[in-house]
């Protein structure tokens, strides 16, 4: 319990805990609903893992989660919603596979031996779904040889961000299972990443929270839940907050930061604990127009640091290029200054794409597991070893609590589209109870 007693500051039918996209959509959805909420935020912006800037050229581009999958028809909806503008990706037909300054062709044998190391696997995982699966993905990949396995190494590492050595491949199967298969994981057009906004993610959020206007309070971390029969007291920096419902929609490893009086239920705990968050860098190049049109800017770089490249230019420019670096190497890439990361990006893709590439006229860059509040990305996965599946995640509730977040969504589990989701539901639980338990 913590030390002293705060001031009751604020008492409301439900605290949200995050104001990422998942806990202000289910605000909102409360609140529609005619119920007092309030959004508690540890950070000082609203997001999460969505995060919106304005480039020197005044155009938007997202640093955090970005994309509008084929199939995600809630952010879809959302985006049209709020009055942005949704935009096709321009891509070619596949990624072109890079190894140093050479291209990799699809018909390479490097190519066709990752594709059937992932194929033969799928089949065993269907031939024999009893089996435990213990083997780490490094452990996997340990018997692939050369260049193909340098191919898995990089497109897991974009895909799921994690060191290949903490996740097991029954985790893998589980999340390429949970994310609609590989082809749809990797895609762009018709895949995860088919469609853009124009004014950005981060706009949408701007747009919930100003919506919710008082009824989110940034720099208000939650430090601990005392739950009774009639709510919960919600200690936070800025003071108590007595609540009938409490949705927490931070991720789990976030959530351990939360002390709960009386303690989570052992399966709870131990989901919490046993969780941990990626490593990710992206950044945004940005040009005048994309200059290397017609040729496709879709690279995978397999020389180090691994990293994917992204056309992300919205209609008439100007020129955006997106690159990803995921794993081990997004934590080594930390230890250089922002020139020469930029430097060291660009010369590499330059040698692709055109010696243009290396006079951006703007540079954003974010490293999501150096920020503290968010903590990672993309998503929580379970460490090796764990007994837990990947995602969906547990979201039983626990007396006045529920769970949202990405992680928790049965449709497109770590996905912004299922952020929305899990925000929804949770908010129909509450709704749903809290109607039952008010007097008639």
């Known amino acids: 319990m913590t030390d002293g007693a705060c001031e009751i500051v604020d008492q409301v039918d439900v605290a949200v ?34 995060l919106g800037e304005t480039t020197e050229l005044g155009s938007r581009v997202d640093l955090g989660g970005q994309w509008i999958g084929h199939d995600h028809l809630r952010l879809a909806a959302l985006v049209d919603e709020l009055g942005a503008t949704r935009y096709p990706m321009h891509t070619g037909s596949m990624p072109t596979v890079v190894d140093g300054a050479r291209r990799v062709r699809l018909l390479a044998p490097s190519i066709g031996v990752a594709g059937g190391a992932l194929a033969l696997l799928t089949i065993l995982r269907k031939a024999r779904p009893g089996r435990r699966w213990t083997a780490s993905i490094a ?31 029954a985790t893998m199967m589980s999340l390429i299972r949970s994310q609609g298969g590989l082809v749809h994981m990797l895609s762009t057009k018709g895949g995860a990443q088919d469609s853009l906004v124009v004014e950005s993610v981060g706009s949408l959020i701007d747009r919930l929270a100003a919506d919710l206007g008082a009824a989110v309070r940034t720099g208000s971390r939650v430090l601990e839940i005392e739950r009774d029969d009639n709510g919960a007291l919600v200690r936070t920096a800025r003071g108590d907050v007595q609540a009938r419902k409490v949705v927490i929609t931070v991720r789990p490893p976030t959530a351990t930061r939360i002390a709960h009086q009386p303690q989570l239920p052992a399966p709870r705990a131990e989901l919490e604990r046993s969780t941990f968050l990626g490593t ?18 879709e690279l995978v770089l397999l020389d180090r640091p691994g990293c994917a490249t992204f056309d992300t230019s919205p209609p008439g420019g100007p020129g955006h290029l997106c690159l990803l670096i995921g794993g081990p190497e997004a934590e080594a890439f930390d230890r250089l200054d922002t020139d020469t990361r ?5 010369t590499r893709i330059a040698t692709h794409l055109g010696p243009a590439m290396l006079e ?50 049965q449709d497109h589990p770590g996905y912004l589209d299922g952020a929305i989701e899990a925000g929804e539901r949770a908010a129909r639980e509450v709704v749903d109870e809290l109607a039952v338990a008010r007097p008639r």
């Open 280 to 297: 990710v860098y992206k950044a945004i190049a940005v040009y005048p127009e994309p200059f290397w049109r017609p040729i496709s800017a």
């Open 139 to 169: 452990d996997w990949l340990a018997h692939v040889p050369g260049r193909a396995r340098r191919l898995l190494e990089v497109a897991a590492a974009v895909s799921w961000t994690a060191d290949p050595r903490r996740v097991s491949v």
């Open 360 to 409: 951006p006229v703007g540079w954003h860059e974010k490293a999501w597991h150096l920020d503290e509040d968010a903590g990672g990305g993309y998503v929580a996965l379970p460490e090796f070893g764990a007994r837990e599946p990947a995602v969906p995640m547990a979201a039983e509730p626990v007396g006045c609590l529920h769970w949202a977040g990405a992680e928790t969504a």
């Open 342 to 346: 930029r430097t060291l990006l660009l």
């Open 17 to 50: 805990v995050g104001a990422g996209l998942s806990g202000l959509i289910a605000a909102r959805a409360m609140r529609r609903a005619g119920l007092d909420v309030l959004v508690l935020e540890a950070a000082d912006r609203c997001g999460g893992r969505a």
